[in-house]
């Protein structure tokens, strides 16, 4: 959480980004939505510094968007998990997947949200072009898209 | 944009925060589209320094997320307005409230989506509850909700 700097602020958008608007935080997210679980591939993945990798990784656990588990013994090993709450966030990341896809452009899209039903390409909106359903945040995967390129990040 | 940090990656998402996941960036697109426009509206909302709200103003335009409009000649005096792809952004900036209003509380919304045309609660895809369309961004406003409260923000 940072401190203080949006305590005045009565406002949702404010208390959210208080959570997961710090540099890298959405993206940590993005990797957990992609598979990723330890330490060393977050931070393969990102490229940072590992102190702020470490605190990122905290915050997150403290907002309840990641949990924390020991995976291994001898050495004791953690990784991270979405929680519930977590993989809600996906709705805001396809939106600013999309927005980048729409405006950042000339490029193709890296990544493409797709219906994991029925494999119909997805909205900004979780809508399935092809079935039509508005669909849940457990029903949408992503898949490289056309401007997908070595190494892939999302 | 913020300078290289994300250069190596290949996501819309990243692209997408080099733009606008700056601090404060998405809360003074957020003040825009409660139709402020004016640097000391803004200055005054957020409670940030002039310096950095000079510097994010002029990285929302250089984005094209915002267009400069000169409003008045003697003195010279200029406002701020979104752009077609500054209102798109409505959608990540919903879904970000949504995400907040569900699981930061226990709090009331400060504020609530409604459907322009119907007056229905909208949700964070933008699907109204008592009409059942599927909006566009131009459909949608914000009015208080059971939890606002002086100072309003949001």
């Known amino acids: 959480m940072l401190p203080r700097s ?6 949702s958008i404010a208390r959210t980004l208080e959570y997961v ?14 598979g990723l679980r330890r330490f060393d591939e977050f ?19 403290g907002a309840g968007v990641l949990v924390r588990m020991r995976y291994q013994e001898r050495p004791v090993r953690y990784e991270y998990q979405l929680t519930e709450s977590g993989r809600e966030l996906s709705v805001p990341l396809l939106a600013l997947m ?16 797709e219906h994991t039903g029925c494999g119909g390409e997805v909205t900004e909106r979780h809508l399935c072009r092809k079935c039509g359903a508005l669909l849940g945040t457990g029903d949408v995967h992503t898949r490289p898209g056309p401007g997908q390129r070595a190494p892939a990040h999302c």
């Open 21 to 34: 608007g710090e540099r890298w935080s959405l993206l940590i997210i993005r990797d957990a939505f992609l």
């Open 43 to 61: 931070q393969e993945s990102l490229g940072i510094a590992r102190n702020v990798l470490t605190d990122r990784l905290r915050r997150l656990v």
């Open 98 to 113: 999309h927005w980048g896809d729409r405006h950042l452009g000339p490029h193709e899209a890296p990544r493409v949200a």
């Open 6 to 11: 949006y305590d005045n602020q009565n406002c």
